[in-house]
């Protein structure tokens, strides 16, 4: 048995959610023993694959970096893990957008199936998976040969940073005239990433405005915190979806979550009731959001935000 | 331009779900269904771009039991001109979903391929991806903007931390995500005319494709139920709980 992992990278970075899934591969090769590869992709990523080697529990990086791949697409990148993955019996990488967007077409191309989001390893072949936005757990077994999963990076412990595994080169190279990267927008911030954040505040509904959101950077500036939001905030206009937490938007496990004008709709609490330490603000006392909260605060956000910022 | 637009019945996204108590699944009799959000997002994507001038014909299409007919005839009284019904009452994963639709993909030749990014079932994100890999095609997933512009098709997407934006070669497949637009709702007279458009019934077995999976469910459960805590009186209680009882400050 032996996994293939791809990593999650930008800008020259290893994302955080790489050591996460050695972590959930290292559960599956526990019972059995087996290598652990990370693949990483891209153009001028020698760092990417140094921080890889860190990692614990990682035997090889293999890197392909090649101009063609500088925007990892998913044409290319499928077709190069189709190329590699048959010295191995699993392809695992984080439910990433990259990782959504890639895996089931590398599970497609070797007429697979893959497992979308695991939360539990059971064994090789058995795993738990959130189904029906988290409201049921589904355990199941793969027969297939090759095992493509992406993992729910919240569910596993990152592994440490004190390996040093063997980089070496893949020159396999996949042209692509199908699909061309023409541009990219990426939300400048100088807070954590909402899905790697310690502490996460989200507003609501409750909110009234995108205006009003300015509330909670204070806060989030005092902790550290990423900003997040509900669907009803977004549907509402006052925020962007890639601040979305939920369901649809993004799953998030932080120590703290601290929700403020959210209601607590089915479809938020998939992406939050992980969190440890679940905080709650809302005016109106019998918000479904205060069922799940460790501490609920019945109050008007406008008054108690600012009293909060100052108190902190 | 022929869009071909794939649809799913699934429980109504405000239905609470239950688990049946054998564990063996979800429980789904006498469950209000409906189309899959996703799937209502693409349906009217298609359907702007037909009243746009740039489709000429919108075809809709299930994978599904004898009663998704319904989400057909949805589709059609929001404006698609035919449906396709590959009907099984089998349970179908994602995978044979694909290799159905990349049979209808083949014997239609549509320019442009339009589905929900996932189904708020299984929640599995896969289908549009694994349609794209079999047909060859390349694809713009989690779609917020979709711009046809010549035998080119401009695609924003959705990534973790904001927007990319690709250029396609037509034809393509295309997955929604919840920006790209606001669906209506199907007007009366429409969901009249709708019976009356034409509905083409197939089989997985005429189309050539098994649909047994190698992936087996053991067992369904539902998730940990997590505890109510407190309500605190004020923030100086909160900011002294969370610091001295939760040590999360």
């Known amino acids: 048995m032996s996994i293939l992992i791809l990593a999650d990278h930008h800008e020259g970075q290893l994302g955080a959610a790489t050591a996460h899934v050695v972590a959930a591969a290292q559960q599956i090769t526990n019972a059995s023993g087996g290598a652990i590869d990370v693949l990483v992709v891209g153009e001028n990523v020698a760092a990417v694959a140094e921080a890889a080697a860190q990692l614990d529990g990682v035997t090889r990086v293999r890197v392909a970096d090649h101009a063609v791949y500088a925007h990892q697409l998913a044409e290319q990148l499928g077709a190069l893990l189709a190329a590699l993955a048959d010295d191995y019996s699993h392809v695992l990488s984080s439910a990433s957008t990259t990782g959504k967007n890639v895996l089931p077409r590398l599970a497609a191309l070797k007429d697979v199936s893959q497992l979308s989001d695991i939360i539990g390893v059971e064994s090789a072949d058995t795993f ?5 936005a988290g ?18 990076t919240s569910a596993f412990d990152a592994v440490a940073e004190s390996g040093s595994a063997a ?7 996949v ?9 990219e927008e990426l939300a400048q911030s100088e807070r954590p990433e909402l899905g790697a954040a310690k502490v996460v505040i989200s507003g609501g509904r409750g909110m009234g405005s995108g205006e009003n959101f300015k509330l909670l950077e204070g806060i989030a500036d005092k902790l550290g915190a990423a900003i997040g939001a509900s669907r009803a905030a977004v549907d509402a206009g006052f925020v962007p979806n890639d601040m979305q937490v939920g369901q649809t938007g993004k799953i998030v496990a932080p120590e703290l979550y601290i929700a403020v ?21 809302n005016k109106d006392e019998d918000a479904p959001i205060f069922q799940v909260a460790d501490y609920g605060l019945v109050g008007d956000l406008f008054e108690v935000l600012p009293e909060l910022e100052s108190k902190l | 331009m022929k869009i071909l637009v794939a649809v799913k019945r699934v429980i109504d996204y405000n239905v609470k779900i239950r688990v049946k108590p054998d564990n063996s699944d979800v429980d789904l009799t006498n469950v209000k269904m409906a189309m899959n959000p996703f799937c209502e997002i693409a349906v009217e994507e298609a359907v702007r771009l037909k009243e746009r001038g740039v489709a000429s014909e919108v075809v809709a299409v299930t994978v599904g039991p004898k009663a998704a007919q319904e989400q057909l005839r949805t589709a059609l009284a929001l404006g698609a001109d035919r449906a396709i019904h590959v009907e099984t009452e089998a349970k179908v994963e994602s995978l044979a979903v694909a290799k159905l639709l990349a049979k209808v993909v083949e014997a239609e030749q549509p320019q442009l391929v339009i589905l929900g990014k996932q189904a708020i079932d299984t929640d599995n994100n896969q289908t549009g991806q694994m349609l794209a890999a079999l047909t060859g095609l390349p694809q713009g997933t989690f779609a917020s903007a ?25 034809p393509a497949i295309v997955t929604t995500d919840l920006r790209l637009n606001e669906p209506r709702y199907a007007k009366l007279p429409d969901i009249m005319k709708a019976k009356k458009k034409p509905l083409d019934t197939q089989t997985p077995e005429a189309l050539g494709v098994e649909v047994a999976s190698k992936v087996t469910l053991l067992k369904v459960e539902p998730p940990a139920e997590r505890q109510g805590g407190i ?7 909160l900011v002294d709980k969370l610091k001295n009882e939760a040590k999360v400050l």
């Open chain 2, 146 to 170: 979709v711009k046809v512009d010549g035998d080119k098709l401009q695609v924003t997407r959705e990534i973790d931390g904001g927007l990319q934006t690709v250029d396609l070669s037509l």
């Open chain 1, 128 to 132: 738990q998976r959130p189904i029906y």
């Open chain 1, 175 to 183: 042209e692509n005239a199908l699909s061309a990267f023409v541009g």
């Open chain 1, 135 to 152: 409201n049921a757990i589904a355990t199941v077994q793969s027969a297939d040969p090759l095992k493509v999963i992406t993992v729910r």
């Open chain 2, 231 to 237: 309500k605190v009186g004020s923030v100086d209680e």
């Open chain 1, 167 to 173: 980089i070496e080169a893949v020159d396999i190279v």
């Open chain 1, 261 to 281: 004008g959210i209601s607590g709709a089915i479809q938020h609490l998939a992406g939050m009731k992980d969190s440890k330490v679940i905080v709650a603000i």
